[in-house]
């Protein structure tokens, strides 16, 4: 049984849709997901229970948290409510309208104990948010005293190159202004952990492997059992550190989940890559192919198998909306 008596560090995912789609995003939000923000009732049992397993901050992220303002306030209510801190709020910027706009919003942000944005600044965002955005919602943090977390600086000058800070950039235009393997450096600049949509973005540059190499040197996916920068998202879902599409409720999380119950999760816990293949195949007719970029490659391809071509609805791959939009 996977049992938590205590919690590290949490990200709150208060919502999955975003204005964006971008070809990083472990979480694959975008557009198309439901507009459904956390409820103030599971918020407010969420932050309970962070606080009575040794975890008193969180940070907030989505998707894009700042869409609905009015819906976003209510969670950050119930956290003042259970004296959890707020670190930040990670913002791609596209809310930004005009400086009373602005104004307004970082003061009532103020009003619930936010002090801090998070505020991306790299070019797969870019792809969605014009740089100018960025840098009006930066100059608004400050004129009104909010502070700013920017993510990642190192990109600045990328995006002040690239052209017009109006309109949006794809990373085409970025390969034309640099050079041809912007791209793949680009992951390496930014420290990209290659699962979800990213995994799906980079898989080309991967070199093949053998399905039965893979399974031969399977061990337990440790990272499941971490309690370091976890998120609990909207539904109530734990969801583990660096891995996207794999879930528990946060409920049994801490009370103790059953393998019967997280069979997907479990067996990777406990066996890795070989323990979610057997089951895959024994349970529900997955027929392996030869050759995949690695075990989160493969990993990824049964749990949408599972999902997606067998349809089914298991407690530990959700939210299926992950596969759906991938």
């Known amino acids: 049984m996977i049992k938590f008596s205590r919690l590290g560090s949490c990200g709150i995912i208060t919502n999955y ?120 919602l930066i100059a608004a943090c400050r004129r009104y005293n909010m502070e700013v977390f920017p993510w990642q600086m190192e990109f600045w000058d990328d995006l002040a190159a690239v052209g017009d800070d109006a309109v949006v950039h794809s990373l085409d235009e970025y390969e034309e202004v640099f050079d041809e393997g912007y791209k793949l450096g680009l992951a390496r600049r930014y420290g990209l952990n290659l699962r979800g949509r990213a995994l799906q973005t980079y898989k080309h540059y991967l070199n ?18 971490g309690i370091h920068h976890f998120h609990i998202d909207l539904y109530g879902n ?39 293949y057997e089951y895959a195949v024994e349970h529900h007719g997955y027929t392996p192919k030869d050759h995949c970029k690695g075990k989160c490659d493969l990993c990824y391809v049964i749990r949408e198998y599972l999902v997606m071509q067998r349809n089914l609805v298991l407690p530990d791959l959700q939210p299926t909306w992950h596969y759906m939009y991938m």
Not at 24 to 29: K, Q
Not at 85 to 100: H, L, P, Q, R, V
């Open 17 to 136: 849709f975003c204005s964006s789609k971008c070809k990083h995003c472990m979480y694959a939000s975008s557009p198309k997901w439901p507009k459904d923000y956390m409820e103030a009732d599971l918020a407010d049992e969420v932050f309970k229970t962070l606080a009575g397993h040794g975890c008193g901050s969180v940070h907030i992220g989505g998707g894009e948290p700042l869409l609905r303002p009015d819906k976003l306030f209510p969670v950050l209510a119930a956290a003042a409510r259970n004296d959890i801190y707020i670190e930040y709020i990670e913002t791609n910027a596209s809310w930004y309208k005009d400086d009373e706009h602005a104004k307004e919003v970082i003061g009532k942000l103020k009003q619930h104990r936010v002090h801090t944005l998070l505020i991306s600044i790299d070019p797969y965002h870019n792809e969605y948010v014009p740089f100018r955005k960025v840098k009006q």
């Open 208 to 225: 093949d492997q053998p399905v039965r190499e893979i399974l031969d040197r399977s061990s337990p996916c440790r990272e499941l059992l």
């Open 238 to 276: 734990f969801v583990p550190p660096a891995c996207s599409g794999l879930a528990l409720d946060f409920r049994d999380a801490v009370n103790g989940a059953a393998p019967e119950k997280y069979p997907v999760y479990y067996a990777l816990a406990t066996k890795g890559i070989k323990g979610l």
